[in-house]
C-alpha cells in the first residue's frame, strides 16, 4: 500500500497565466488537453464531411475551398485518421479525462510529475499546430494515408504532399510520441504511488485500472512508433534505405536500395494496433462506471473487468500482423497472428457479458451519460463482431482495405471510443465546471447520433463485401463499382445530418458551463471519490483532507445500508467491504 | 426513455440484419477455384456472428427496457458477479472464436503453401502509378532480365517494365495491359511493384495481393468460370489510385492461346 507523498505539493497559482494557460494542476491541464481534442474532433469531422461530398459529387466546387482534386482528397483523408486517432481518440479520453479525474479518483491531491504534466500538454499542442501546418505549405497535406507505407511515404517525387507536408506530418507524429510518453510516465507513476490510505489496487474503480493499462500501452508502443517515424525522416531527407528498396519514380531511379517496406508496417502497426486499445480501453472504463452507476447496482464480475482489460492490453501487443495478411509477410506467421487475435475477442466478449450483468435487474436511470454508455456497448458489439471476420486471413483476402476495414474499426475504436468520451463528458461535466447540462438536448443529440452513426456506417460492411476499394477518391473509374454510388451516397446524407446533430452538443456544452443549473457535490449519487469532495474540487482536490478509503467503488443496493450506495469513503460498517 | 431505446436498438438491430440476410449487396459472383471454400467460411462466419449480434443487441434493449427504474421497482439484485457464469462464457467465446479460425486455415494453407501446379500458365504482374502490366515468359517459359534502367512508363508496355531486349530470354516475353487467363487452368502469379505498393485484387477470383518494391510474391489461383473480371488496385500508391484498373479475361484454353499467339506475331 502507497502513502501518499506530499513533495510535489504545489500552493495555489494566483496569475491568470500560471492558473490557466501554464498550470500545472492537472485538472486545468485535463480541461486543456479536452478543448484541443475538440477543436480536434471538428477539424476531422469536417475533413470527412469534405471527403463523403467529393465521393458523390467528384466536379463539385465547394464554397472556400473550391474543387477537390484527387490528391486533395488523399490529403484530407491523411489528415482526418491522423487529427483522429492522435489528438482526438488518444488525447480526450486519456490526456483530458484520466488527467482531471484520475487524481481525484485514487485521493491524490494532483499528479506525481505536476510539472511533466504541463510539459506534455504543451508539447501535445506544439505537435498539434506541427501537424495543422502540413495543410499550409507548398503541395499541401501528405497523400499517403495515416498509415504512411513507404515507399509513397519516404519518396518525396511519389506525389503532391510528399514533400514538407510528410515531413511535417512525420515530425509531428514524433513529437506527439514525446508527449504521450511523458503522459503515461505520469499516470503509472501517479496510480502506483499516490493512491490515498485503503485505497488499494483491487478497490480502483475501473476507470483509473483503464487509465492506467492505457499508460502501459502507451509507455510500451509510443517509443517504437517515434523510432520508426526518425527511421522515415532519415530515408526521406539523408539518402538512408531503411524502408526504400531500388524503386523507379515516373521513369527516375531512386538512389535508395536494399530497404524493406514491410519493416515500417511490422513497427507501424506494433505501435498501431495497440494505439488501437489505447483509444478504446478509458471508454470501457468509462462505461463501466457509469452502467453501475445508473443502474444502482455493483458492477458484474469487478475482478474479471480487470483481468479482461489486462489480458486485451497483453494480447493487444502480439497481433499487429493482422494488418499484414495480404502484405507479402510469411503466410505461415498469419496463423499465430489469426489465432491470437481471435483470443483478444474472448477478453472483449466477457467486457461485453458483464455490462449486460450490471444492467440485469438493476433499477436504470436514463441520464444522458447512461445513454451513451448504453450506446458504447451496441456500438462495441457492432463494431466486435465484424473482427472475427477480418482476423480470419481466409476471410480478410475479399475484405482488406475494402469499406468493410473502415467500417469495423470506425465503429468500435472511432465511435464507441467517441461514445465513451461523450459519455465521460455528460458524466464528469458537473465536477469540472459546478454546473448541470441540459438533459433534454444530450438526449436528442444522443438518439439522433446513435442513428446517424449506424446509418453511416453499417452500410460500409456492404460496400466493402461488394469490393468497395478504400481510400478512393471517385467511384468513377471502376464499373463495379459505379453501381454502388446510391449507397455512397445515402451514407453521404446520413453523416451531414450526423455532424449536423453535433452542434446540438457544443451549445449544451458551452450554455451550460456558463447558464446551466448549479451542480451539487454528488449529482448522480456515485460513490467514488471525486464525489466526495467539492463541486469543482479546490486546488488540492480535496480541501486539506485526506481522503481514507473504506470501501470497493461500486457498492450500489447494499443490503441494509442507509442509502442505495456507499461512497468509498463511508465509515466501514455493516456487510459492505 | 427505455421504450425509446429499446425501439432504436432493436429496430438498428433488425435493418440491420435484413440487409445482411437479404444480400442487397454482397460479394460478386465467385469465379475461380478458391471463392466455394472462402464463400462457405465467410456464410459460416455470418451466421455464427449474427446469432451473437441479435442476441447482444436485442438483449441490450430489452435489458434497458425491463429493468428502467419505475416508482414499483424491487430493490436490485445485490452482486458482484457469478463465477461459474463467467466461466462458461469465457470458454464458450474461446471454442467459437478459435474454433473458426481453425477452420479456415486450410483454406489459407492451400493457396500459399502448396506449390502451383507443373503446368500452370506463368504470368508475372507489375504494378506501377497508376497501371498493371502483365508478362507472359512465351514458348521458352523463361522470363527475360528486366532493367531498371530501361524503364519508361511514358512508353507503356515492354518498356514500362523495363525489358532488356538483349537477353535471349526475353525475346519471346509478352507484356500487355490487359490480363488473358484460360479458365480451369492454375495461374501461377509473380508479383512485383516498382514505385510504391499497390495491391492486386480482383473481388470476382476472392483475390487480393500486395504487390511490393524489392519483392517478388508468388501466388496461385485458377479461374474457373469464363467472363471479364475488374482489377483494382487495393493499396493506396497516391493520387491516381482510384483509376489504377485493370481487366481480366478469362478465356477457353483454345482462345488463349490464339491470343497469346496473336501477341507473339505482333511482336516479330
Given at each position: 500500500m502507497a502513502t501518499p507523498v506530499t513533495v510535489h505539493a504545489h500552493a495555489a497559482p494566483q496569475g491568470f497565466i500560471r492558473k490557466y494557460i501554464f498550470s500545472l494542476d492537472h485538472k486545468i491541464i485535463g480541461i486543456q488537453y479536452f478543448f484541443l481534442a475538440l477543436t480536434a474532433v471538428w477539424i476531422g469531422m469536417a475533413l470527412s464531411l469534405l471527403m463523403r461530398i467529393h465521393m458523390i459529387w467528384p466536379t463539385a466546387v465547394l464554397p472556400i475551398v473550391g474543387e477537390i482534386k484527387p490528391e486533395t482528397y488523399l490529403a484530407l483523408m491523411t489528415m482526418h485518421g491522423t487529427i483522429m486517432v492522435f489528438f482526438v481518440l488518444t488525447t480526450a479520453p486519456q490526456g483530458g479525462f484520466g488527467n482531471y479525474v484520475l487524481p481525484i479518483q485514487i485521493g491524490a491531491p494532483d499528479m506525481a510529475f505536476p510539472v511533466l504534466n504541463m510539459l506534455s500538454f504543451w508539447t501535445t499542442f506544439v505537435a498539434y499546430m506541427v501537424m495543422l501546418a502540413a495543410f499550409f505549405v507548398t503541395g499541401g497535406a501528405p497523400l499517403h494515408g495515416w498509415t504512411g507505407y513507404p515507399p509513397l511515404s519516404a519518396l518525396q517525387s511519389a506525389g503532391p504532399g510528399e514533400g514538407l507536408g510528410a515531413d511535417l506530418w512525420i515530425t509531428s507524429i514524433a513529437i506527439f510520441c514525446l508527449a504521450s510518453l511523458m503522459g503515461a510516465l505520469n499516470f503509472i507513476t501517479t496510480t502506483l504511488d499516490?493512491?490515498?490510505?485503503?485505497?488499494t489496487m483491487m478497490r480502483m474503480p475501473l476507470t483509473v485500472w483503464s487509465w492506467f493499462i492505457t499508460a502501459i500501452l502507451g509507455l510500451l508502443a509510443f517509443g517504437v512508433l517515434l523510432s520508426a517515424g526518425i527511421l522515415l525522416l532519415l530515408d526521406r531527407n539523408l539518402g538512408t534505405s531503411f524502408y526504400v528498396p531500388q524503386v523507379v519514380v515516373n521513369g527516375v531511379v531512386m538512389l535508395h536500395k536494399g530497404g524493406s517496406p514491410l519493416l515500417w508496417q511490422h513497427l507501424f502497426w506494433f505501435f498501431g494496433h495497440p494505439e488501437v486499445y489505447i483509444a478504446i480501453l478509458p471508454g470501457m472504463g468509462v462505461t463501466s462506471q457509469i452502467l453501475s452507476t445508473f443502474s444502482r447496482k455493483p458492477i458484474f464480475g469487478y475482478k474479471a473487468m480487470v483481468y479482461a482489460m489486462l489480458s486485451i492490453g497483453f494480447f493487444g501487443f502480439m497481433v499487429w500482423g493482422h494488418h499484414m495478411f495480404m502484405s507479402g509477410m510469411s503466410p505461415y506467421s498469419a496463423f499465430a497472428f489469426s489465432i491470437l487475435t481471435m483470443c483478444i475477442g474472448v477478453p472483449s466478449a466477457i467486457k461485453t457479458f458483464n455490462w449486460l450483468g450490471t444492467m440485469y435487474k438493476g433499477r436504470i436511470r436514463f441520464h444522458t451519460p447512461m445513454l451513451y454508455a448504453i450506446g458504447f456497448v451496441s456500438l462495441f458489439v457492432s463494431g466486435g463482431l465484424s473482427g472475427p471476420f477480418l482476423a480470419q486471413p481466409v476471410l480478410d483476402i475479399p475484405l482488406h482495405d475494402t469499406a468493410f476495414v473502415p467500417a469495423h474499426f470506425h465503429l468500435i475504436m472511432g465511435v464507441a471510443a467517441i461514445f465513451g468520451i461523450f459519455a465521460a463528458t455528460y458524466y464528469w461535466f458537473p465536477k469540472m465546471f459546478g454546473r448541470m447540462m441540459n438533459e433534454t438536448l444530450g438526449r436528442i443529440h444522443f438518439f439522433i447520433t446513435l442513428a446517424g452513426t449506424y446509418a453511416i456506417f453499417m452500410p460500409m460492411h456492404w460496400l466493402g463485401l461488394a469490393g468497395q476499394t478504400r481510400r478512393y477518391s471517385q467511384f468513377t473509374e471502376v464499373a463495379y463499382l459505379q453501381k454502388l454510388i446510391p449507397l455512397n451516397t445515402f451514407i453521404t446524407y446520413a453523416a451531414i445530418i450526423t455532424i449536423a446533430a453535433q452542434f446540438i452538443f457544443v451549445i449544451n456544452l458551452f450554455w451550460s458551463m456558463f447558464k446551466g443549473p448549479k451542480a451539487s457535490d454528488n449529482p448522480w449519487e456515485a460513490t467514488t471519490l471525486e464525489w466526495t469532495t467539492a463541486t469543482p474540487p479546490p486546488h488540492d482536490n480535496f480541501g486539506g483532507v485526506t481522503p481514507v478509503v473504506h470501501h470497493g467503488p461500486y457498492e450500489y443496493g447494499v443490503p441494509g445500508a442507509p442509502r442505495d450506495y456507499v461512497m468509498q469513503t463511508d465509515p466501514a460498517a455493516g456487510t459492505a467491504h | 426513455m427505455g421504450l425509446a431505446l429499446l425501439l432504436l436498438i432493436w429496430l438498428i438491430t433488425l435493418l440491420s440484419t435484413y440487409f445482411f440476410v437479404a444480400k442487397t449487396w454482397w460479394l460478386p459472383a465467385g469465379a475461380a477455384a478458391a471463392a466455394h471454400w472462402i464463400d462457405q467460411q465467410f456464410a459460416l462466419t455470418f451466421v455464427l456472428m449474427g446469432i451473437v449480434f441479435l442476441a447482444a443487441q436485442l438483449g441490450l434493449g430489452y435489458i434497458a427496457w425491463r429493468y428502467r427504474e419505475q416508482a414499483s421497482s424491487p430493490p436490485v439484485a445485490y452482486s458482484h458477479g457469478n463465477t461459474k457464469l463467467e466461466i462458461i462464457w469465457t470458454v464458450l467465446t474461446a471454442v467459437l472464436f478459435i474454433g473458426l479460425n481453425l477452420m479456415g486455415a486450410p483454406v489459407w494453407a492451400h493457396e500459399r503453401f502448396a506449390a502451383a501446379d507443373a503446368n500452370a500458365v506463368q504470368v508475372e504482374v507489375t504494378g506501377m502509378q497508376f497501371a498493371w502490366y502483365f508478362r507472359y515468359p512465351g514458348a521458352d517459359g523463361k522470363y527475360g532480365k528486366t532493367n531498371v534502367k530501361l524503364m519508361d512508363p511514358s512508353a507503356g508496355g515492354e518498356a514500362a517494365v523495363g525489358l532488356d531486349t538483349a537477353d535471349p530470354a526475353a525475346k519471346d516475353d509478352v507484356v500487355t495491359g490487359t490480363m488473358y487467363l484460360p479458365v480451369n487452368r492454375e495461374v501461377d502469379l509473380s508479383l512485383r511493384a516498382v514505385d510504391v505498393i499497390h495491391s492486386f485484387f480482383v473481388p470476382g477470383f476472392r483475390f487480393k495481393q500486395d504487390a511490393v518494391p524489392g519483392l517478388n510474391i508468388h501466388m496461385h489461383i485458377k479461374p474457373t468460370v469464363i467472363g471479364e473480371y475488374e482489377i483494382a488496385c487495393a493499396e493506396l500508391c497516391g493520387l491516381g489510385h482510384y483509376k489504377m484498373h485493370g481487366m481480366v479475361h478469362v478465356v477457353s484454353q483454345e482462345d488463349f492461346d490464339k491470343w497469346l499467339a496473336a501477341r507473339e506475331a505482333e511482336k516479330q
Open positions: 499516490l493512491r490515498a490510505k485503503g485505497m | -
